[in-house]
């Protein structure tokens, strides 16, 4: 009788280890990466997360998923004993984003409390010169032989004059603005686009300038449209 209880003792004692073994998925530092208040020479953020195993069985990362293709998080390792750790090597592009900005990683693995883990991502980005409501012009159809208009506002988001200055432009495109043009801070300018197509097909082109900001010698922006032939009159 003794033995078969210590028998069954020495049983529960292994089934309660076994069901306590388990991985445990941790990210040091907690679930969030913030950036803080970042600029466009800041692009790409950059950032080594390191994932720990605080289990006392293997931990095994089966995928990790950025949000979007702007995310890219390779990872040392995926398969970590007790107590170890991996690092995470984490870059974030910053676009043309402007303010807040979230991103997310979805990290799976066979921590069974925590099968997906999010990391998230986060920075401010303060832009002191934004193209609105596009980064790009849009001249829409467009007819050969017939003017197309294109309108942006390029804003002063900073407290300090930026002079707008060497405008340059490429497949007959004009500005309205051609001298040097001072935006106060907090001011913004309209910039109008104007070109006449001789050609059918898809139109691009480019509109360049310099500024006296030091986080933006310079300014490109795209503009693109489709070109459908005039209207023939049959008489």
């Not at 750790?85 to 984003?97: Q, Y």
């Amino acid at each position: 009788m003794k033995r078969f209880t210590a028998i069954c003792f020495a049983l529960l004692v292994c089934a309660g280890t076994f069901a306590f073994a388990q991985p445990k998925i941790t990210i040091i530092g907690g679930d969030t990466q913030d950036w803080g208040k970042v600029k466009p020479k800041d692009d790409p953020l950059k950032a080594t997360i390191k994932i720990k195993n605080e289990g006392n069985e293997m931990l095994k990362i089966t995928d990790v998923r950025p949000g979007c293709g702007c995310t890219t998080a390779p990872l040392d390792k995926k398969e970590l004993n007790p107590g170890e750790m991996a690092s995470m090597d984490v870059t974030l592009k910053l676009g043309a984003t402007s303010g807040m900005m979230t991103k997310s990683i979805t990290i799976s693995s066979n921590d069974p409390q925590n099968a997906t883990k999010v990391l998230y991502l986060k920075a401010d980005v303060v832009r002191p010169i934004q193209i609105l409501p596009t980064q790009y012009f849009s001249f829409g159809e467009m007819t050969i032989g017939t003017k197309s208009e294109a309108k942006l506002i390029i804003k002063n988001t900073s407290t300090q004059d930026i002079v707008l200055s060497d405008f340059e432009t490429v497949a007959g495109i004009s500005l309205n603005l051609t001298k040097p043009t001072t935006i106060p801070g907090g001011g913004e300018v309209e910039l109008i686009a104007k070109v006449t197509p001789n050609e059918k097909g898809y139109f691009n082109g480019v509109v360049k300038m310099k500024t006296n900001h030091p986080d933006y010698s310079s300014l490109d922006i795209i503009a693109y449209g489709n070109v459908k032939p005039s209207v023939v009159d049959p008489k």
